[in-house]
C-alpha cells in the first residue's frame, strides 16, 4: 500500500513538474509572440497611422492646402467699403497698391505765421489718425478728407471730398517748384486716386490706404503726377496783388503781408503800402479780415530798435508805449462788429521777429499756442473776413 502511494506521489510530483515547465514555455512564448507584435505593429505604425492619427493628419493637411479665405473676405469687404464711399474699382486697386513708406523726420516748425504754415501746422496735427474710407475728420481721414479738413480748419478754405473733385480747385503748381500747401495729385488727371499736402523739405503729410495712418513721407519715394496750388495769395505769384475788389463803402480790407526775412507781418488798410512792400520783398497774404470804415479806432505802433509793428486799440497801452520810446503812426484802422480778432503773443521771439499776432481765424490762433505762443484774447472786433 505504502508502494503504491509513493509511486502515485513521485507521479503526481512528475506531473506537477510537467505542467510547471508546460506553463513556463508557454509564458516564454507569449511574451516571445507579444513582442513581436510590438515590433510588427510599431514597424507598421511608421506607415499607417492609427484612425485618430489619420484625421489630424487630414486636417492638418486640408488647412494647409486650403484656400486663405480670410484674407479674400478681408479684401472683399474693403472693396465695398471703398465703393460705398464713392471710390471706383479702380480707384480702389489703386490705393491699396500704394507703398508703405518710412515716416520721414519732420524739423521743428518755424516761429512765422502765414497761410502756408497754417496749413502745415493743421496737417502735422493730424499725424497719426487713422485711415477710413470717406472720412474727414477729426478723428479718422482718408486722402481727399484729410485735403477737406485741413484747409477748411487752418484758413477757412471748403474743398469738396474726393480727389477728381479737388483737382479741379486752384492753379497749376509745377513739380520743380511747390510750395508748402500745394496738392499732389496721384494718377491721370480727371481720373485721380490719391492726394498729399506738401510740406516742404521734399515731404508730404498723407492719409494712404486702410490699415495705416496719417504720416509724412519723402516724395522720392512715391512721386506726384501733377500738383495744384490753393493759396494763390502767398507773395510769390505777380499777378496777385492787394486789391479793393468787393470792398463796400462802409468797410476797409485790411492786407496782410508777411517778411519771410524777418519773420514779421504788418498789417495795412492802403492798397499803395502793400503794394510797395511787395517790391522790396514782402508776402502778400491776403485780405487778413475787413473793418468798418468807422467806429472806435485801432492805433499803430512802431518800435525803431527792432523794426517791430504793434496795433491796439487802448489810448492808455499807445501812451504807455510812447513812454518806452515807441513811434505813434496814427489810427490803422476802425474797430465794431461781431467777428473777434485774436491777439497773440511769442514770448521766444527773436530780435526782429514779430512777438505779436492778429488772426480772426481760431484754428489759426490755436495753432500758435500750441507751437508756443501765448493767447491775449480779443484784440478788436471786425465785420467779416473774406472766404
Same mark, same amino acid.
Given at each position: 500500500m505504502?508502494?503504491?502511494?509513493g509511486?502515485r ?21 507569449a511574451?516571445?509572440?507579444d *513582442?513581436? $507584435?510590438?515590433?510588427e505593429?510599431? &514597424?507598421?505604425s511608421?506607415?499607417?497611422a =492609427?484612425? +485618430? ?7 492638418? #493637411? ?8 480670410? *484674407?479674400a473676405?478681408s479684401?472683399?469687404?474693403?472693396e ?5 464711399? &464713392?471710390y471706383?474699382? @479702380? ?5 491699396m497698391?500704394i507703398?508703405e513708406?518710412?515716416a520721414?523726420?519732420?524739423?521743428p516748425?518755424p516761429?512765422? !505765421?502765414?497761410? @502756408?504754415? =497754417?496749413?502745415?501746422?493743421?496737417a502735422?496735427? @493730424? $499725424? ?8 474727414? &475728420? ?22 469738396? /471730398?474726393g !480727389?477728381?473733385?479737388q483737382e ?13 500747401g500745394?496738392l499732389? %495729385?496721384?494718377?491721370?488727371?480727371g481720373?485721380?486716386?490719391h492726394v498729399? $499736402? ?6 508730404m503729410?498723407h ?5 495705416q495712418?496719417?504720416t509724412?513721407v519723402? $516724395?522720392s519715394?512715391f ?8 493759396l494763390n495769395s +502767398?507773395? !510769390?505769384d505777380?499777378?496777385?496783388?492787394? *486789391?479793393t475788389?468787393?470792398?463796400?463803402? +462802409?468797410e476797409?480790407?485790411? %492786407?496782410? /503781408? ?11 488798410q ?5 503794394i +510797395? ?5 514782402w508776402?502778400?497774404?491776403g485780405?487778413?479780415?475787413?473793418s468798418? #470804415?468807422?467806429?472806435?479806432s485801432?492805433y499803430?505802433?512802431?518800435n525803431?530798435?527792432?523794426?517791430r509793428?504793434?496795433?491796439?486799440p ?6 504807455d508805449?510812447?513812454k518806452?520810446?515807441w513811434k505813434?503812426?496814427?489810427? #490803422?484802422?476802425?474797430t ?11 514770448? @521766444?521771439a527773436?530780435?526782429?521777429?514779430d ?7 481760431? *484754428?489759426e490762433?490755436?495753432?500758435?499756442v ?5 493767447s491775449e &484774447? ?6 467779416r473776413?473774406?472766404?
Amino acid at each position: 500500500m505504502r508502494k503504491h502511494i509513493g509511486l502515485r506521489l513521485f507521479s503526481t510530483s512528475l506531473a506537477l513538474v510537467g505542467l510547471i515547465t508546460l506553463a513556463t514555455t508557454e509564458l516564454v512564448a507569449a511574451e516571445s509572440t507579444d *513582442s513581436t $507584435i510590438q515590433m510588427e505593429t510599431s &514597424g507598421f505604425s511608421s506607415s499607417v497611422a =492609427s484612425p +485618430n492619427s489619420l484625421i489630424e493628419s487630414e486636417k492638418t #493637411s486640408n488647412s494647409v492646402n486650403a484656400p486663405d479665405t480670410s *484674407s479674400a473676405e478681408s479684401d472683399d469687404l474693403e472693396e465695398a467699403k471703398a465703393i460705398q464711399a &464713392g471710390y471706383s474699382e @479702380q480707384q480702389f486697386e489703386q490705393i491699396m497698391s500704394i507703398p508703405e513708406l518710412a515716416a520721414a523726420y519732420l524739423p521743428p516748425m518755424p516761429r512765422s !505765421t502765414g497761410q @502756408q504754415n =497754417s496749413v502745415v501746422a493743421k496737417a502735422r496735427d @493730424q $499725424i497719426g489718425k487713422p485711415y477710413a474710407w470717406g472720412a474727414s &475728420g477729426p478723428n479718422s481721414f482718408d486722402c481727399g478728407g484729410l485735403v477737406k479738413y485741413v484747409y477748411k480748419q487752418a484758413v477757412n478754405v471748403d474743398l469738396p /471730398m474726393g !480727389t477728381t473733385n479737388q483737382e479741379k480747385y486752384g492753379t497749376e503748381a509745377s513739380l520743380n517748384s511747390l510750395q508748402p500747401g500745394d496738392l499732389l %495729385f496721384y494718377g491721370n488727371r480727371g481720373a485721380t486716386y490719391h492726394v498729399g $499736402i506738401y510740406i516742404g523739405n521734399n515731404q508730404m503729410i498723407h492719409s494712404p490706404q486702410p490699415g495705416q495712418t496719417v504720416t509724412a513721407v519723402d $516724395i522720392s519715394y512715391f512721386y506726384p503726377n501733377f500738383a495744384r496750388r490753393i493759396l494763390n495769395s +502767398n507773395g !510769390t505769384d505777380p499777378n496777385v496783388y492787394p *486789391s479793393t475788389d468787393g470792398q463796400a463803402a +462802409n468797410e476797409r480790407f485790411i %492786407f496782410r /503781408m508777411y517778411n519771410k526775412n524777418d519773420g514779421q507781418h504788418h498789417y495795412t488798410q492802403l492798397t499803395s503800402e502793400a503794394i +510797395n512792400l511787395i517790391k522790396v520783398g514782402w508776402n502778400y497774404e491776403g485780405v487778413g479780415w475787413v473793418s468798418p #470804415s468807422s467806429g472806435a479806432s485801432v492805433y499803430r505802433m512802431y518800435n525803431p530798435n527792432n523794426g517791430r509793428h504793434h496795433y491796439t486799440p487802448h489810448a492808455y497801452e499807445k501812451n504807455d508805449l510812447v513812454k518806452a520810446g515807441w513811434k505813434y503812426e496814427g489810427v #490803422s484802422w476802425n474797430t465794431g462788429g461781431n467777428v473777434p480778432v485774436y491777439r497773440l503773443y511769442n514770448p @521766444q521771439a527773436a530780435p526782429r521777429e514779430d512777438s505779436h499776432h492778429y488772426t480772426p481765424l481760431a *484754428s489759426e490762433r490755436d495753432s500758435l499756442v500750441r507751437a508756443g505762443w501765448k493767447s491775449e &484774447g480779443v484784440a478788436w472786433y471786425a465785420t467779416r473776413i473774406l472766404k
